[in-house]
């Protein structure tokens, strides 16, 4: 049984002390929404910047009201154009450093180059790069939402709150799908089983899990860590001494492990950009007697031409949360819905802001 809090209470919940300011990093307006649903439920205005590329494709950042002795938010909702954005928010926390701001919390719903936060062969870990230049810029704290990987949080210097979003998907599975109790949690590849597992127990259903998936990028496959060599060496010091050859992986035939016939199949994950492996997944689970087939996913990337590969698939709806705006996939895929979880993100600003006392 759940208890309602009265209108009067709900409102004082979003009461916040003064000093706090709320700015959004954007020069894209179809970025501002969240930024602006976040402000409406604290009950304060957004703070006056102008933020512009310049001719030369060159940022600029003006603060055009004081923020000295306050606490800055940044909202920063990341764009096609990553980079730019990588380089608004850069740049806006250096400019609120170096006015006096008391504190600067970046709220980083979508944390960008998440996925490269392993070494590849002769590459870098890209997300602690990242990490480490908003901690230069004058970053204090951090909040974003469903970390590729929660060990990103160890490269950061500062504190960071890693919101979850499995809530507000909880509740959508229960309020929008009448008959979710005929539901099966689906892991499109061994490594999100955790997070199937999660959504399972939640709602007391069982879980399944595709094995064997076409070779992808996460794979150990292609990350360089070919120790003992695949080759077996033919300038040994000693025959005894020979290392012995790394045998390589090979991939199963696809599998389900776990039973899908006659029942909605709930493909679980945290990304969803590329949409190859969930069409993959899906035409599994239509074959193997799932008559209805549902992706949740916090992060909507949808990348390239991937609304116009899920109206033509057997995806019955993609559902995902406001962290990356998507408004121009939805129009060109009406099985595209959105979850809003402005909510988790301005009490978590709210609580911030006025301190332990007013939890």
């Known amino acids: 049984m759940f208890c309602v809090a009265p209108p009067e209470l709900e409102t004082k919940m979003n009461i916040t002390k003064g000093g706090l300011v709320l700015f959004s990093a954007n020069s894209n307006s179809s970025c501002m929404e969240l930024s602006k649903k976040i402000a409406e439920r604290l009950g304060v205005e957004m703070g006056k910047v102008q933020v512009y590329q310049e001719p030369n494709r060159e940022t600029r950042v003006q603060i055009q009201e004081s923020v000295r002795g306050k606490d800055v938010f940044i909202i920063q909702t990341v764009s096609k154009d990553v980079n730019t954005t990588i380089m608004e928010l850069l ?28 070494m590849r062969k002769r590459g870098s870990i890209v997300s602690k ?122 991939k199963p035939p696809i599998t389900v492990v776990g039973d899908v016939g006659g029942r909605i199949a709930i493909i679980v994950d945290d990304i969803i950009d590329d949409v190859d492996s969930f069409l993959a997944a899906a035409e599994t689970l239509k074959e193997r007697g799932a008559y209805k087939i549902f992706v949740m996913a916090t992060h ?58 007013h939890f």
């Open 91 to 118: 740049i806006m926390v250096y400019a609120c450093k170096t006015s006096c701001a008391k504190s600067i919390i970046g709220v980083i719903p979508y944390f960008p180059y998440s996925k490269q936060c392993k």
């Open 129 to 250: 790069l990242l990490a480490s230049m908003m901690c230069k810029a004058g970053l204090t704290h951090l909040i974003t939402m469903d970390l590729h990987q929660k060990e990103i949080q160890g490269f950061f210097n500062i504190p960071v709150d890693n919101l979850r979003a499995s809530p507000f998907l909880l509740q959508y599975i229960q309020e929008e799908i009448p008959d979710y109790r005929n539901a099966v949690i689906v892991a499109k590849s061994p490594a999100s089983a955790k997070r199937a597992q999660s959504f399972a127990e939640r709602l007391r259903l069982g879980i399944a899990v595709i094995h064997g998936e076409a070779q992808d990028a996460e794979s150990d496959l292609v990350d360089g860590r070919h120790s003992p060599p695949m080759v077996r060496s033919v300038a040994a010091i000693h025959p005894s001494l020979e290392i012995p050859m790394l045998i390589p992986k090979e």
């Open 300 to 357: 909507g990337l949808l990348s390239s031409d991937a609304p116009r590969l899920i109206e033509e698939s057997a995806i019955d709806e993609v559902v995902v949360t406001n962290t990356i705006p998507h408004e121009i996939q939805k129009l060109q895929c009406p099985k595209i819905k959105t979850v809003d979880i402005s909510m988790i993100l301005s009490e978590a600003i709210r609580r911030i802001h006025n301190g332990p006392a």
